[in-house]
């Protein structure tokens, strides 16, 4: 089953790009293209929020200590993340 960022490609390759969506199809290779891009870029998404948070020094100490601004941090670095992971993978 294909989570959010495979399901986010097929629909970008189904609107956008036809062509590239249809010989995929054709070949038996869209499934597992959409698999590898949704594994790219979870993984991608991921590395680039823990970057984020030791760069910016947000830990389990701060998570202990003010769970409000630690969420919000993350929840921060996640959206940053996706922004870069979805121009440059997904939709690239």
């Known amino acids: 089953p294909l989570e959010k960022y495979g ?3 097929k629909t970008y ?3 956008h790009r036809p062509m590239v ?3 995929l199809l054709l070949v038996g290779q869209l499934d597992a293209h959409l698999r590898e891009i949704d594994k790219l870029a979870a993984e991608q998404v991921s590395r680039i929020v823990s970057d984020l948070a030791a760069k910016e020094g947000v830990d ?7 769970q409000m601004r630690w969420v ?3 929840n921060n670095f996640k959206a940053t ?3 870069v ?3 440059e993978i997904v939709y690239g």
């Open 13 to 15: 390759l189904k609107k």
């Open 21 to 23: 969506y249809d010989r």
């Open 85 to 87: 992971v979805l121009q």
């Open 7 to 9: 399901m986010l490609r």
């Open 72 to 74: 919000g941090l993350m």
């Open 60 to 66: 389990e100490h701060l998570k202990a200590t003010d």
């Open 81 to 83: 993340a996706e922004e």
